[in-house]
């Protein structure tokens, strides 16, 4: 099996579930956490695959142990204040978020979501950084003496805050104090177990120190936990070049490819022909042939095509050596009589000589059906061939028994193509995209409204506000949704909506 490196593998499992290919990020995901089973990342995206499952109750355990070795990692806050969100829990979501955002105060999108939920709340005033978004904004200007001022005067009356002590222990070692740091460091894994911040710092001091097997040890437990490096990145500041390549990887980390990914490769291999010699080789043998029919009963048969087959060889006619041709006569014969109405069969004349009266389509109703409004068939859904046809639905409709057809006649398909017109059955799409929304099938939903926008129906204008609401939800499918939108503003001549709702559509995607 083909294996390709952890980066582009988590790489390619983000855009999988950013993009709604669920089986194929569960794949790359299974195969990450078999490489390194304790990598964070893995655990982050395994909780992304659980949340899109369905399963909120695994999401949420994997996002806590992630926050547990990793307390200031803002992505896992904010996917655990959603979870809690989605769950009614409101007021926990926010203090989720806001712990997100003291987390990477810099980063606008955390601040606006945060407003966006406290007004939801009806909690009016601004935004103040707290003194846990203080300290991140001075450590991240450099300004470590005062970041960590503002971490001790917070830990003084909250000591439970994890992600500020580890923050203090940093501020300490950059500040140069780096004895107390160690002594911190080392506190806080003795109590909390091992994060990945202040391993970076025990594993840094502990080389300078010259205690060489102390720096080993938690630079392999840093590494179990984080392989590619992304807190490595976060936590060493630009001035601790020569640690931070110290403590990468030195090898890179290889991940089995899962089986879907070489689809593409197999279907190739059905394209390659086999030569003619390979041909020639497969090919059994006239003797092998005979041996085999004769014990089946046909020797004549493959007789008479052998004789056929030397005939042609030899250039010589061998029609006559072949099967008897019908007459005229009897090609006559078969013909059906000219006054016999279009649809007429051999079958129904049988039928209505032996005194058989066949019935119209559309006349009566079928014995034993189902009850008027509930068993209709929607034209353009069903099927019929010959005499017998059976009644399908589109995705998201009830199933209903098979449904006896028969047609006989021009007239009558006529008669049964003008009673449903294409507008009636834009309309129930329609009706059925809202139906979807509703019920949660919203990836569903938003293909059928891709599709009917594409068939270019007319009343497409009543599937604006339900494509908004789904917009508006940003949840899965709104990206699809407001591509959608676009296209619709598109063909009406408004660029400026259509611009707006392809620019979102891009931020969904990014984001």
């Known amino acids: 099996m083909s294996t390709i490196p952890l980066e582009e593998a988590i790489g390619r499992a983000r855009r999988a579930l950013a993009e709604g290919r669920l089986d194929e990020a569960k794949g790359l995901c299974q195969a990450i956490r078999r490489a390194v089973p304790e990598a964070l990342v893995g655990l982050r995206l395994w909780s992304e695959v659980s949340r899109q499952e369905g399963d909120a109750e695994t999401a949420e355990r994997l996002l806590e142990v992630v926050l547990e070795r990793d307390p200031e990692d803002a992505e ?15 007021e926990a979501a926010l203090r989720l978020l806001q712990v997100a955002w003291e987390c990477a105060p810099w980063r606008r999108e955390l601040a606006e979501r945060l407003g966006e939920w406290a007004n939801e709340e009806r909690r009016e005033g601004r935004l103040w950084p707290t003194r846990a978004a203080l300290s991140a904004w001075y450590e991240r200007q450099g300004w470590w003496t005062r970041a960590a001022e ?47 911040g202040v391993l970076v710092v025990a594993a840094l001091v502990a080389r300078r120190r010259g205690d060489e097997e102390a720096a080993q040890a938690h630079r392999e437990r840093l590494l179990a936990l984080d392989p590619v490096g ?13 640690g931070r390549e110290w403590l990468r990887a030195t090898e890179p980390v290889l991940v089995e490819e899962p089986a879907f990914a070489e689809a593409s490769g197999e279907l190739e291999l059905l394209w390659e022909l086999p030569t003619d010699e390979e041909l020639e080789e497969a090919r059994p043998g006239a003797a092998g042939v005979v041996t085999g029919v004769e014990e089946t009963g046909r020797a004549d048969e493959v007789a008479l095509v052998s004789g056929l087959e030397t005939g042609e060889r030899d250039g010589v ?73 059976e009644e399908t639905r589109e995705s998201g409709e009830e199933v209903r028994e098979p449904l006896e057809v028969v047609e006989f006649g021009r007239a009558a398909r006529e008669e049964r193509e003008s009673v449903e017109t294409p507008a009636e059955l834009a309309g129930d799409e329609i009706a059925q995209v809202r139906m979807l929304v509703e019920s949660g099938a919203v ?69």
């Open 150 to 196: 503002e971490c001790r005067a917070l830990l003084t009356g909250s000591a439970e805050r994890v992600d500020v002590r580890q923050r203090l222990i940093r501020c300490l070692w950059r500040s140069g104090m780096q004895e107390e740091a160690f002594r911190a460091a080392e506190t806080l894994l003795g109590e909390r177990g091992e994060t990945v």
């Open 230 to 242: 992304e807190g490595i990145e976060r936590y060493c500041g630009p001035e601790e070049r020569e």
């Open 76 to 90: 896992a806050w904010c996917a655990l204040a959603e979870l809690h969100r989605a769950r009614g829990d409101k």
């Open 443 to 511: 990836v569903e939903a938003v293909r059928v409204a891709q599709r009917l926008v594409r068939e270019g129906h007319g009343d497409i204008a009543a599937l604006v506000p339900v494509l908004e609401r789904v917009v508006s939800g940003e949840g899965l499918g709104a990206r699809e949704a407001a591509m959608t939108l676009g296209a619709i503003y598109r063909r009406r001549g408004d660029r400026a909506l259509a611009s707006r709702y392809y620019e979102l559509a891009l931020r969904l995607r990014n984001e």
């Open 317 to 389: 006619e061998s029609t006559s050596q072949g099967w008897t041709l019908p007459g005229d006569e009897e090609i006559e014969a078969a013909r059906p009589r000219e006054e016999l109405e279009p649809g007429w069969t051999g079958l129904l004349e049988e039928l209505a000589a032996s005194g058989v009266e066949p019935f119209s389509y559309g006349e009566e109703s079928v014995s034993g059906g189902p009850a008027e409004g509930e068993g209709a068939v929607v034209a353009g859904q069903e099927e019929s061939v010959a005499a017998t046809g």
